[in-house]
């Protein structure tokens, strides 16, 4: 068994090989565990505002009584809700799943266009909206399901007078919500009102019944719903609880939650690991504003913070953040994207804790490999198989290939998805008839069970017909002083079909291309090196702070700089 998992060995004590996934039979009775133990610890906080365990309890019951007493919705209907990371959040989250509802996390930044998408596709009946992103929400309605729409302000949930003075600035001094008119819409606060009048439904859930309808899949066109459901959810709650358990102490957990919650590293890891284990979530509604995002963390006594690469890059290079008090903090984990060893070996040193870097999928409820927490420095793994999840590198003909083969990383376990919201096309492209998901990221594994991420199969450069991973250049790169950001690119070239662009962001204003192209004259051998360098104020980037390759790869008008 154990040369099949070769893994099984290193595990951190205490660890199971496997996860019982009867433990709960739905998410919901996950989160009513939690209201019942916790009742009086602090769950959510935000702006200076905390509720308990017992308050969100009672709100969400409130806004489940809302949706069936009230709206009519049964089991199984999909509601979206619009938010980044407020109270309301976790109130209309945890109210929709007691309702028996089907979540669709939304993305406040998104367009007209990728709005009407996700609501047409998913079939969305009811919304609940930041009157922020409202105007957006206007333009589109009419061509959608949706029947019933539920608007918020910032500072609607943080008391008097404090939530009224935050909704003042938002709207007249920031001018932050553009006007809108959406007459059917009832305030956050009226449906709870409402909502009071109503019992909590009993609703029957099982792990069969589906979830969350979990966007995923822009890049390659249009957004995908990955069906996840109470099953997959439930059981990668309890394998992220056993991996980082040890670790933490319930009930006194504090974790920095500034990763938006309509995320799936964020909804799994800080809206549901974290809750069952009795912490606190610290909410992060604008996290690109550092300085502000760093007064946060002074005030908060954190324990723990997830994020991604970019954000802890973000907050290494923000005055201030290094004069914290990180005496406490016991967990970084990050994800969503590669971490950079750069930023990792940087973070150790200023705050004294590892940055153990995890791997997952919107697929796979997220995590599917996670480093030990006791990982004494960055290793540029992803980590080890987590509990009752099997991982295997393919050739292209879909042959398992032996440790050191570089192949498509699979991924099979209790939290991989159902398949695509009405895409069997889609879902039978990734997904095999034996459970086997294909991840689209090249990789290896060691022998003793450790996977290395060599890049995403759409990334790779072919130069001259060599492979070249647009991660292993961007590695490089960052460890020049003078460099903030940087991506790696592949664009046309007449003589060896690619050649590899640089978009630098730079951290030095004095350093140039003749300079960087001698640092990885020095790094990197001659395939690998950068033929075009162009340095950018910014890179884009997605919601979460994953920097677009695609994007950059798109612009057909990016002229190249010197050199």
């Not at 309890?238 to 939650?257: C, D, F, H, R």
Request: aromatic share 8%; with cysteine; charged share 20%.
């Amino acid at each position: 068994m154990s040369n099949e998992r070769p893994w099984l060995a290193h595990y951190p004590a205490g660890v199971p090989a496997q996860i019982d996934i009867n433990e709960y039979a739905s998410v919901t009775a996950v989160l009513e565990e939690a209201f019942e133990r916790f009742r009086d610890r602090p769950a959510f906080a935000n702006f200076g505002r905390k509720l308990s365990y017992g308050q969100i309890d009672a709100m969400s019951r409130r806004f489940a009584g809302y949706l069936t007493g009230e709206l009519g919705l049964a089991k199984g209907d999909r509601i979206a809700i619009m938010m980044p990371n407020v109270l309301q959040y976790p109130i209309a989250l945890f109210g929709a799943l007691r309702a028996g509802l089907v979540v669709v996390n939304t993305n406040p930044m998104y367009t007209a266009r990728e709005l009407r998408h996700q609501l047409e596709d998913s079939g969305a009946k009811a919304i609940v909206v930041l009157d922020n992103f409202a105007a957006t929400l206007e333009e589109v309605i009419a061509e959608t399901g949706v029947r019933h729409v539920v608007t918020t302000g910032i500072g609607d949930l943080l008391g008097f007078p404090k939530g009224a003075l935050v909704n003042f600035a938002v709207r007249h001094v920031k001018k932050m919500v553009p006007p809108y008119r959406l007459p059917q819409a009832v305030r956050f606060r009226d449906a709870l009102a409402r909502g009071a009048r109503h019992p909590l439904p009993k609703v029957a859930q099982s792990h069969d019944d589906i979830a969350f309808l979990q966007y995923t899949g822009g890049t390659t066109g249009v957004a995908k719903g990955a069906m996840l459901t109470h099953g997959n959810m439930i059981a990668n709650m309890l394998q992220a609880g056993a991996w980082i358990g040890a670790n933490l102490k319930q009930g006194q957990e504090v974790v920095i939650t500034a990763l938006p919650l309509y995320h799936i590293f964020s909804l799994t890891a800080n809206g549901l690991v974290f809750m069952r284990l009795g912490g606190l979530s610290w909410l992060i509604t604008n996290p690109r504003d550092m300085p502000g995002f760093v007064k946060e963390l002074r005030a908060s006594g954190f324990t723990a913070i997830t994020g991604v690469n970019t954000l802890f890059n973000g907050l290494l290079n923000t005055p201030g953040f290094a004069d914290l008090d990180f005496s406490r903090l016991r967990l970084s984990l990050g994800g969503g994207m590669a971490v950079q060893r750069a930023v990792a070996e940087r973070w150790k040193k200023v705050t004294g804790c590892t940055l153990v870097e995890a791997y997952g999928l919107t697929e796979t409820s997220p995590a599917a490999c996670i480093n030990p927490l006791d990982l004494k420095d960055y290793n540029g793994s992803i980590g080890l198989p987590i509990s009752s999840t099997d991982a295997a590198i393919w050739s292209e003909d879909n042959r398992p290939l032996p440790p050191g083969e570089v192949g498509e990383l699979m991924i099979r376990g209790p939290q991989v998805m159902k398949g695509y919201w009405n895409r069997p096309d889609e879902t039978a492209k990734v997904l095999g008839p034996d459970g086997w998901l294909h991840t689209g990221d090249i990789a290896r594994m060691d022998e003793n069970g450790y996977f290395y991420i060599v890049d995403r199969k759409k990334d790779m450069i072919l130069v001259s017909g060599f492979n070249v991973y647009p991660n292993e250049v961007e590695d490089v790169v960052m460890q020049h002083p003078g460099v903030a950001e940087v991506a790696a690119v592949g664009v046309p070239d007449e003589h060896s079909g690619e050649v590899v662009k640089l978009f630098v962001v730079r951290k030095d204003p004095g350093l140039t291309v003749e300079a960087l192209k001698a640092f990885c004259h020095d790094n990197l051998t001659g395939y690998k090196r950068p033929k075009v360098i162009e340095f950018r104020d910014a890179l884009p980037k997605s919601n979460v702070g994953k920097i677009l390759r695609r994007e950059l790869r798109d612009e057909k008008k990016a002229a190249p700089a010197a050199g």
